[in-house]
């Protein structure tokens, strides 16, 4: 039974396709959840076959979703995609800028802002600010002939402070999505436009597919809570800051990272220290 939290609210979500194998991804949990609270989901991914495997599985479950298949780091694929939404449901009330991109670090280069490269830096760029920038830029206008919307940006923890993988050019475009959260708040919010960012932590889920057990593993004692997060976990804030539940909330990166940016590192080594010895103890 469908849940009207997001009831005839029409919804895009970039980078919602869903790999034939392996971990669910943000965009295919967002997807999913979004469709089950009532919404009208264009489900926009670069892949034809993973976009209508989610686009399917919302079916399936007798809900409604549509995909769109287009580069995202194109302008022109960015307004036909709005224009579809506009098109099959009549207007624009949510968009979620999730896609990303993460280019695994070069070895052979320099750790650190020595071992970027140009090439390398502009895409991330193109991926994780330009498109969430010209999507919002596309958006906010159908929107407001809507009466207003919610714009969500899904950053990473990465972008609040430096990562153990060392890449700059993923943290430095993904920290930039919190000023233009923050720009999009202050500049559109007497248009009725209300815009926030997700900062998902060590999150189980597609993008990480390639981690070892280990780095799991330490990922998940690193954490407060000690657990490693899922997509699910993700998803389901972006529910809310998509509903009327959340209609005083503008402007604000939260979290998703089981407390993990409440803790100073010596203090996280100390208590995965302090594991290690009480499980070398038990063994």
């Known amino acids: 039974m469908c849940n009207s939290r997001l009831a005839n609210k029409v919804a895009i979500i970039t980078g919602s396709g869903r790999r034939s194998s392996g971990e669910i991804g943000l965009g295919y949990a967002t997807a999913i959840k979004m469709a089950t609270h009532g919404a009208n989901v264009i489900v926009a991914d670069i892949s034809d076959e993973n976009a209508h495997r989610t686009v399917s599985a919302i079916s399936s479950e007798g809900y409604i979703a549509e995909a769109f298949i287009g580069d995202l780091t194109n302008t022109d694929a960015i307004r036909r995609m709005v224009e579809q939404a506009?098109?099959?449901?009549?207007?624009?009330?949510?968009?979620v800028n999730n896609l990303g991109y993460f280019a695994p670090r070069d070895k052979a280069r320099p750790r650190g802002v020595t071992?970027?490269?140009k090439d390398g830096f502009y895409?991330?760029?193109?991926?994780?600010?330009a498109s969430a920038v010209f999507a919002s830029r596309h958006a906010i206008p159908s929107m407001i002939k809507s009466g207003g919307g919610s714009i969500i940006n899904v950053s990473s923890i990465d972008g609040i402070s430096a990562a153990r993988s060392y890449s700059v050019d993923y943290g430095v475009t993904k920290g930039a999505l919190h000023m233009l959260t923050k720009t999009t708040a202050a500049f559109h919010g007497r248009d009725g436009i209300r815009c926030n960012c997700i900062a998902p932590g060590h999150v189980k889920a597609s993008f990480v597919d390639d981690i070892s057990d280990d780095l799991h593993e330490r990922r998940r004692k690193v954490a407060p809570l000690g657990t490693?997060?899922?997509?699910?976990?993700?998803?389901?804030?972006?529910?809310?800051?998509?509903?009327?539940?959340?209609?005083?909330?503008?402007?604000?990166?939260?979290?998703?990272?089981?407390?993990?940016?409440?803790?100073?590192?010596?203090l996280g080594q100390e208590f995965?220290?302090?594991?290690?010895?009480?499980?070398?103890k038990r063994s």
């Open 228 to 266: 490693e997060g899922t997509p699910w976990d993700v998803a389901n804030l972006a529910v809310f800051l998509a509903s009327d539940e959340s209609r005083w909330i503008s402007g604000v990166t939260i979290p998703v990272d089981g407390g993990l940016m409440s803790e100073q590192p010596l």
């Open 115 to 117: 071992g970027l490269t």
């Open 123 to 129: 895409e991330a760029v193109e991926h994780n600010l």
């Open 86 to 95: 506009d098109k099959s449901y009549g207007g624009l009330d949510i968009l």
């Open 272 to 280: 995965v220290n302090d594991m290690n010895l009480t499980a070398d």
